[in-house]
């Protein structure tokens, strides 16, 4: 069982930035993909940006050139950081963890932009 532990969300001004992380508890071993989704009031959840045990990423259209994911194996953390953040980034945050073909999600963290 894996638990994930996240934080860094809040209230943020339109243009503003943001960083969020993830802890993952217990050994690195068979953690593959991480990634961050979002939620938004009347929208399916979205992939926001992955990356692999390698360190390659992935991003959704939206955020190219705004947010980076990275994380750390050895601290089996992920981290998003997000600049230039819009109204429509407003949204519950939710870690993903793919560990030997078992997903895990956090329990997600609130960031609103607003101006």
């Known amino acids: 069982q894996v638990q994930l532990a996240e934080s860094g969300g809040g209230l943020v001004k339109v243009g503003g930035s943001l960083r969020l992380s993830c802890a993952a508890s217990g050994s690195n071993v068979g953690i593959n993909i991480m990634a961050w989704y979002r939620q938004s009031p009347g929208k399916q959840s979205e992939l926001v940006a992955a990356i692999t045990r390698d360190g390659v990423p992935v991003y959704t259209d939206s955020v190219k050139g705004r947010f980076i994911i990275s994380r750390d194996n050895a601290k089996n953390t992920v981290t998003l950081q997000m600049s230039d953040l819009k109204p429509e980034d407003t949204a519950v945050y939710y870690c993903?963890?793919?560990?030997?073909?078992?997903?895990?999600w956090g329990r997600g963290t609130q960031v609103t932009a607003s101006s």
């Open positions: 993903y963890v793919d560990k030997f073909g078992t997903t895990y």
